[in-house]
């Protein structure tokens, strides 16, 4: 019997871990190739809606998985430990041929040390998208190295990284390469929000968990506000995340002075936008592949940031500015994150054409630094090397 017959026969369980957002949006580009490829097999874990649109059972859904900051990870400490529990029984009961481990470090690297260290199921632990290592707790490594058998890598110097360790690992390049393209054309999106594509557009992209839509949203109104004074013909588009409840009543919009409206045609919002402002994550690096001008805001509870402070290595926050390696676009971190910051940056970009085009052309370079289109195929091919 061949190796792929082997694996369609018996190896066509598959568990998958990613705790969120993002990670449905590549879990199920993984799942889609995985499945060209072994027609038969069937993936069962934690993930979101795009990922059982791809034939995922999904046992948890990855908004309640998707906790941030110290204290948000305290008081939902009980439910992750039932979630931990019933992932390794499940483990035990289906032999899955390999856990995949999407980004979620907290979670998927105690995941993988349990597994290799008590659970004799011979499932195979991989790793795609690594945790953010190169940033903070550099320790992490060796955990990593000691409790995962192979790693696919979507940013170029992370191969350098685990390269030292003896760790089988490949860059694959960036799946949101693959993803982020707007959904419909700019003026049949605009005609959609009853807005005017002809005029400034603000987008604001306050986070994908709750907690930092109720931090962000709220001043980065405050801001538009304070913009509204220096340019009238402002209009704003919030971005609504699919996994958050929707906190902003619509009552709201009538207390404003300029045009504003929601949607959760995200892409299009970073595509179609004259600048967006948005919350430090995933969002600005795909706000950088769409080559939209942008103001990087965060904020978080003042004891994760001060943890934060004494363990972050990088001078930038935001993965657009991490991927170039230099600061390209305005950053505003925690006590910086107040609307009359906001808007004055906001202004200066909008008012001064020349910043404005410069910042514009370096984001044009985003996509050459990501890699070719294809990414989630090379990692399923990495997987198949490793089950061999």
């Known amino acids: 019997m061949s190796f792929s017959e082997d694996i369609?026969?018996?190896?066509?369980?598959f568990l998958m871990i990613a705790g969120e957002?993002?990670?449905?949006?590549?879990?199920?580009?993984?799942?889609?190739?995985?499945?060209?490829?072994?027609?038969?097999?069937?993936?069962?874990?934690?993930?979101?809606?795009?990922?059982k649109k791809e034939g995922m059972e999904v046992l948890f859904p990855v908004d309640k998985m998707a906790v941030l900051g110290i204290a948000e990870v305290i008081k939902h400490l009980p439910f992750i430990r039932v979630v931990f529990k019933t992932l390794i029984n499940e483990v035990r009961e289906r032999k899955p041929a390999a856990v995949i481990l999407i980004d979620y470090p907290d979670f998927n690297i105690r995941f993988a040390r349990k597994i290799r260290k008590h659970i004799s199921s011979g499932a195979?632990?991989?790793?795609?998208?690594?945790?953010?290592?190169?940033?903070?707790?550099?320790?992490?490594?060796k955990t990593i190295t000691r409790s995962v058998d192979a790693m696919a890598v979507v940013l170029p110097f992370e191969e350098e990284l685990y390269k030292k360790t003896g760790m089988r690992v490949q860059y694959v390049g960036h799946p949101l390469v693959d993803v982020l393209k707007p959904s419909s054309a700019k003026?049949?999106?605009?005609k959609k929000l009853r807005l005017d594509p002809n005029r400034p557009t603000i987008g604001l992209l306050p986070g994908s968990r709750e907690q930092e839509i109720?931090?962000?949203?709220?001043?980065?109104?405050?801001a538009m506000h304070k913009v509204y004074k220096f340019i009238e013909d402002i209009q704003v588009i919030i971005g609504r995340a699919w996994n958050v409840p929707d906190i902003v009543p619509d009552s709201l919009f009538r207390?404003?002075?300029?045009?504003?409206?929601?949607?959760g045609d995200i892409y299009n919002i970073m595509h179609y936008s004259t600048l967006v402002v948005v919350s430090s994550g995933t969002a600005t690096l795909e706000t950088a592949l769409a080559g939209t001008p942008m103001v990087i805001i965060y904020k978080m509870s003042p004891i994760t940031y001060r943890i934060a402070r004494f363990?972050?290595?990088?001078p930038y926050i935001g993965m657009a500015n991490i991927v170039h390696g230099k600061k390209v676009v305005p950053e505003l971190i925690q006590n910086d994150v107040?609307?009359?910051?906001?808007?004055?940056?906001?202004?200066?970009?909008?008012?001064d054409k020349t910043l404005y085009s410069q910042i514009k052309n370096k984001l044009r370079r985003t996509r050459n630094l990501l890699g070719k289109p294809g990414a989630a195929g090379r990692a399923v091919d990495l997987l198949l090397e490793i089950l061999d």
């Open 311 to 314: 363990m972050v290595s990088m």
């Open 255 to 263: 207390m404003l002075d300029f045009k504003t409206v929601k949607s």
């Open 338 to 351: 107040k609307s009359g910051k906001i808007a004055g940056v906001v202004v200066q970009l909008l008012s």
């Open 124 to 141: 195979k632990i991989f790793c795609y998208i690594s945790p953010q290592v190169w940033a903070w707790r550099k320790g992490r490594i």
């Open 187 to 190: 003026n049949e999106f605009f």
């Open 8 to 13: 369609r026969d018996s190896r066509k369980t």
């Open 214 to 222: 109720v931090r962000h949203l709220p001043v980065m109104l405050e």
């Open 21 to 51: 957002p993002s990670g449905d949006i590549h879990g199920a580009g993984f799942i889609h190739a995985l499945k060209e490829k072994l027609p038969g097999c069937s993936v069962f874990g934690i993930g979101g809606d795009m990922m």
